[in-house]
């Protein structure tokens, strides 16, 4: 907030899940930070449902480890050696975590280079760490990007859902949403393929906007494509039985 910056303030907090509910929300995820234990009680309260994540964000060693500054196309997994303090920061998530009825999912990370190999060998450890430690034994997963396809995701058979990150129609295929639409539902359709018994979530999805621009083709940072962004995203997971949920 403007008066305590990243400290606590539980008065932004009830602000925040007052927005949500005003816009018809009912969930977030905990990313990409740690979250108080405040912000979850007021949750339980509320009645709002969270996915605690773990603050593992940034697992993946970029340009260099794909190759495309020379680097080693499956880098990531060979140069970080983050997994004993990745299963300590899930203990002491769980443990603080665990009794909150609003905690329904649990993610172990966010957007990791779950394409390349090594993944499935970093992630299944830690998954089976918080399936263990969970008594009521809620469902662990951890969230994808668009580097990590239908294709070449490592990960997917050992999560117990599938929570994937797109922004086709803005970070690529911009202004070009029914090329978009198309993409993001042969993306959809393909994972359900791969794992026909998993439900699949989409974590992240949207379009920035500058408030009060407008425009009359619906140009890209207007708020008329921002509207159209959402409505072209919301007819495909309309089209697809198997979306339980979407994170704006």
Not at 229 to 247: K, N, Q, W
């Amino acid at each position: 907030s403007p008066v305590h910056g990243r400290g606590f303030d539980m008065a932004y907090n009830v602000k925040d899940i007052g927005l949500l509910k005003w816009i018809g929300a009912n969930s977030f995820r905990t990313s990409h930070y740690p979250y108080c234990e405040e912000m979850l009680q007021l949750c339980d309260r509320e009645g709002i449902l969270v996915i605690d994540e773990a603050p593992a964000v940034g697992l993946n060693a970029g340009f260099t480890a794909t190759g495309l500054l020379g680097g080693n196309p499956n880098g990531t997994w060979k140069l970080f050696k983050t997994a004993e303090h990745h299963r300590q920061v899930l203990r002491d998530m769980v443990q603080r975590d665990k009794n909150h009825p609003c905690v329904i999912i649990w993610s172990v990370a966010n957007e990791p280079a779950s394409q390349e190999d090594g993944a499935k060998e970093y992630f299944e450890p830690l998954l089976n760490l918080v399936r263990e430690l969970d008594e009521q034994k809620r469902p662990a997963t951890l969230v994808t990007y668009e580097g990590s396809n239908p294709v070449s995701c490592k990960v997917a058979e050992i999560c117990d859902l599938l929570i994937i990150n797109r922004y086709r129609g803005w970070y690529d295929t911009e202004g070009n949403l029914r090329g978009a639409a198309a993409l993001l539902k042969d993306e959809l359709e393909g994972f359900h393929k791969r794992c026909p018994d998993k439900p699949i979530m989409l974590g992240e999805y949207g379009a920035d906007t500058i408030a009060g621009f407008h425009d009359i083709n619906a140009r890209i940072f207007s708020e008329e494509y921002q509207v159209d962004f959402l409505r072209a995203y919301g007819e495909v997971f309309d089209s697809l039985p198997y979306i339980t949920g979407e994170h704006v």
